[in-house]
C-alpha cells in the first residue's frame, strides 16, 4: 500500500470508543461539516469469522466492484480471502497489494479482448463465461484459460437481478456450450451461477447447486477435470442480517451433491463483507418548510444534506437500496413529516421521500447504517460536492490480529482515536500529541481458527455498538 495521507490510515480506538462514538466526535467536533463515513474495519473481520464458522467448505472470494477500497482489499487479503474481479482495472488493484494471481478469478463472462489479455499477461487463468463468443475470444486470446460456465439461476426476491444478463441456461444452452469448448480444446474446470445480489431465497441455492452436479457429471463424461463450484455472490450484508438460511441450504447442498472434498468450492461476496462496516453521517446544511395554503400550517418539511444520489445515494438508483436516516441528535419526540434532498441542483437528488424525523436544526446530522456497498465506487463530485472522506477505525483486538499479517502492517494503523487525530492527523514517528497507552503484547494469530477465535471477542463488542438514537422504522 502507498501509504497515502493520514487519515488514509487505520484508527486504533482506545477501549473506551467505538465507531459510534466516534461519529459523534467529529460531528460534535466544531469542524466538521463535509459529510464523512467512519470504516470499522472490526465488522469486516467479524463478517469474515461469521463466514468461516457458517461456510466452512466455501473459500470467499471478495467481488471487489462492491467497494474497491484498497484498505478493504488489504484488510481482506490479510485475512485469507480471494477476489472475485470483473474488469483488468480490478485485477490491477488486486495485484497491487500484493496478491497472487492464482487468488483471482475474473468474474466476468463478457471481457473486452485487452482486459483478457491482460489476464493472461499477469496471470489470472481462471475466469467464467456463458457464451459461445466469448469461447472463441478465448481460444484466440488464452486458450490455455481455466474457464468456469456461469449457468442462470435467479432467486425468486433479490435486491438486483442479475439473470437478465448473464448465465446461460442449465439445460439447453450449458451441454452445448461445453460440447463447443471441447471441441475448441479449451479447458472447462467448473460451473457458476449468481442468484442476485442481496438474495432473499435461500432454497434457490439447492437449485443451483443440484444443477451443477448434473453440468459436473456431464463436464467429466466430456474429458474435462471439473474441479471448481463457484456459487456466486447474493449474501446480506446490512447489520442483523442473517448468513444462517442461506448458510443451511447451501452446507446441506453441498453435502447431497458435492460430498467429494477435492472439488474447490467458493463464492463471490461483496455486499456480505461490507456494507455494515460503513456507516455515513451527513449534515443538515438547508431546509425548507412547506405550507398549507389554506391555514399556513407547516405540511411537512424538506431537509438538504451534503451527500445525494450523485454521492453515496447512487446506491438508491442503481442497487435498489431503501436508506434510514437516524438523527445523531437526541431531539424531541415530536415526529413531523418531512423528506431530505441531496445538495445538487437536480430534482432528481433525493434522498427519502416521505418519513417521520423530530425537529432538525441547520447544522444537525443525519447518520446513515448500512452504506459500504455500492457506494463510494460510483460516487461523482456532479455539481462540486466532494465524495465524503472514509475515517477508518478499528478496536485493539482487530489491530493485534492485522498488524503483522500482510499485506497489513504496522504502518497502516496510528494510535488514537480522538477528533483531533482524525481531522488533525498525527505524526507517523508517533511524536503527535496523543496519550499513548500501554503496549499490548498478544501474539498475532496465524491461522484461520485463530482469526475465529480472535474475534469472538469483537462479535460482543460489535453487538454492543448501539446508537443512542431515535430507533426508525423503514421509510420510503
Ligand atoms: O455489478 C453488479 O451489478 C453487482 N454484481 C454483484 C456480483 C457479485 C459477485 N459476483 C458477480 C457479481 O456481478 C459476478 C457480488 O454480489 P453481492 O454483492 O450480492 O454478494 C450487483 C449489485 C450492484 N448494484
Redesign the pocket.
Known sequence: MQLGKLDERIHVMDASSNACSVIKDIAESGVQEEAFYVCDIGDIISKHKEWKIKMPRVQPYY?V??NDSLTVIEVLAALGTCF?CASKAEIDRVLSVGVDPSHIIF??PAKPASHIRHAAAVGVDLMTFDSDCELYKVKTLFPTAKLVLRIRYDAAVAQ?Q?GNKFGCDPDSDAPRLMKLAQSLDLDIVGISF?VG??CDDPPVFYKAISAARRLFDLGSALGFSMSLLDL????PGNKGAQLDKIAEVVNSALGEFFPEPDVHIIA?????YVASAYTLATNVHSKRDLINPRDGSITSVMYYVNDGVYGSFNCIL??HMKVTPVPLKDAGLEMRPCSVWGPTCDGLDQIVESTLLPELDIGDWLIFDNMG??TLPVASPFNGFPVPKVHTVIDVQGWLLLKDRLPMTENHFVIGNTPANLHLGLSIDGQGNIDEWDEVHTPVSSSDDEIVEDHTSHSTVGSSIIYPFLQMGQVN
Do not use: I, M, V
Not at 232 to 235: H, I, K, L, S, T
Open positions: 467481488a466492484k462492491c472475485d468474474a466476468n438486483c442479475l449468481h445480489s442481496g456466486g455472490g447474493g449474501y463471490e461476496p461483496g455486499r456480505y442503481y442497487d456497498a455500492y
